[in-house]
C-alpha cells in the first residue's frame, strides 16, 4: 500500500480559468497517494469543487473525473479527443487580446458597467442555473466524501458567508459565482438573521475562505489552487489592463489576508509565544502558474474559449503533477511556500 496523505484544498473563483483547477483536480484524483479530506471553493472552485464532491462522495474517483470533464463540457470545455492539434500553437495572449479588441466584448464590456442586469426584469435567467440544477445534490450535501464548503458574499453587511452540507444549493453556487455587473443577486434564506439575504460573489470576502478548513478533525494541510496572479511584473498603463489588474488584486485580496494571519500564528508559535497545541499549526501549499494567468485577463475569464479552456487544463495538469513531484515529502511536515518571504 502507498504512503496515503491527506490534504484539505483551497479553489480559487476566476470564471472560465477554473479550468486550470480541473487540470489540477484530475491529477490530483488520479494520484492515489493524496486523499482530499475536505474542500473549500469560491465561484468557478465551488462548482469544481461540488463536481468532485459528488463523485467521492460514492467513493468514486473516476466519477469525480467524469463530473468535471461533463461540467466544463457545459461551460464550453472539450475533452483533448475533439481539440485540433493546432490549437496548442495558438498563444493565450495572442486569444486574450483578440477578445478584449472585439467589438462585440468592447461592447458587452460597456454596457455591463452602465446597465444593471435587473433591467432584464421578466426576460433574465441565470446562465448557471440550468447546469447547477443538474447537480446531486443528495450527494453534494451528504456526510459521505470530503466536507464541502462554498463561500458568497452578504450584500448587505458585505460579510462572507460559508454554505456547506445541507445548505449548499443550487442557489448557493450561484451566488458563489454571482458577479454583481453581469447577474441579479442570488436570493437565500439566512436561518442566522432569519431574513432572505442577497448575495454576490464569493470572491469579494473568501477567494476562496480558509477558515473552514482549520477544523481539529482536518489534516494540517492545505492546498491553494491560485488561478489570479498575485504578481505581475509589468505595470499596467492601458485602462484595460488597469482594469483587469485591479480585479485580481480584489480577487486575491481575501485570501492574503488569511496568509499573513496564518504566517502570524506561525511566528508566534515558533517564538514560544502560543505553546504548541494551542492553536492549529496549518503547513501550506501553493499549485500556480502565475507566468501563465499573466496572459490572460478578464476577457478570457468571461469569454469561456475552448483553445484557452483546454491549455488551461494542460497547464493545471502539468503544475499539479510537478508540484507532487517536488513537495509531496513534505505534506504532513510542513509549509511548501516560504510565506514569511511572501509577506515581507
Known sequence: MPDVKRINLALQGGGAHGAYTWGVLETLLQEPRIEIAAISGTSAGALNGAAVKVGLAQASRELALENLAWFWEQVGGIDDDRVSPWLEGVSPAAISA??????????????????SPYNAG???????????????????CGAAGPPLFVCATNVRTGKIRVFRDGDISPEALMASACLPTLFQAVEIDDPATGRREAYWDGGYT???????????????????VNINPIYREDLPVTARAIQNRINEISFNSSLLREMRAIEFVHRLIDQGKIPEGTMKRVNMHMIADDALMAQLSVATKLVPVPAVLHQLRQAGRRAARDWIDA??????????????????
Request: net charge negative; no cysteine; charged share 25%.
Open 98 to 115: 483578440l477578445i478584449e479588441t472585439s467589438l462585440p466584448f468592447a461592447l458587452a464590456d460597456g454596457v455591463s458597467r452602465v446597465v
Open 122 to 140: 421578466a426576460f433574465y435567467r441565470n446562465p448557471l442555473e440550468p447546469i447547477v440544477a443538474r447537480f446531486h445534490y443528495d450527494k453534494v
Open 206 to 224: 473568501g477567494n476562496p475562505a480558509l477558515f473552514p478548513l482549520f477544523e481539529p478533525d482536518l489534516p494540517d494541510d492545505v492546498v491553494i
Open 327 to 344: 513537495h509531496f515529502d513534505t505534506i504532513g511536515r510542513e509549509s511548501s511556500i516560504d510565506m514569511r518571504s511572501m509577506f515581507a
